[in-house]
């Protein structure tokens, strides 16, 4: 069992920036592949990015050279660098860990808004 708790949600005008982070427990952290995912009200959850046990990362084409998604195994973290942020990036954002059984966190937040 893998428990995530995502932080760092809130609102931020348009242009602006946010980085989420996820902490999970688990002793073989390092060998989980990760994602955020994100679901906006009406629509289906859809994969933001991804990072591999290796470190190999990949994009929803709607934020490649935005986003920046990242880990840090020593410390248990993952983290979702958001820059440039639009109004249609606002969305409840999930942290999923992959054993390769999938875990989810709660979720987090985001507004993006004048």
């Known amino acids: 069992q893998v428990q995530l708790v995502e932080s760092g949600g809130g609102l931020v005008q348009p242009g602006g920036s946010l980085r989420l982070s996820c902490k999970a427990s688990?002793?073989?952290?390092?060998?989980?592949?990760l994602g955020w995912h994100r679901q906006a009200p009406g629509k289906q959850r859809e994969l933001v990015a991804a990072?591999?046990?290796?470190?190999?990362?990949n994009y929803a084409g709607s934020v490649k050279g935005r986003f920046t998604i990242s880990r840090d195994n020593a410390k248990n973290m993952v983290y979702l660098q958001m820059n440039s942020l639009k109004p249609e990036d606002t969305a409840v954002y999930f942290c999923?860990?992959?054993?390769?059984?999938?875990?989810w966190g709660q979720g987090t937040q985001v507004t993006v808004s004048s």
């Open positions: 999923r860990a992959s054993t390769p059984t999938y875990y």
């Open positions: 990072i591999s046990s290796g470190g190999s990362t």
């Open positions: 688990g002793n073989i952290f390092s060998m989980y592949a």
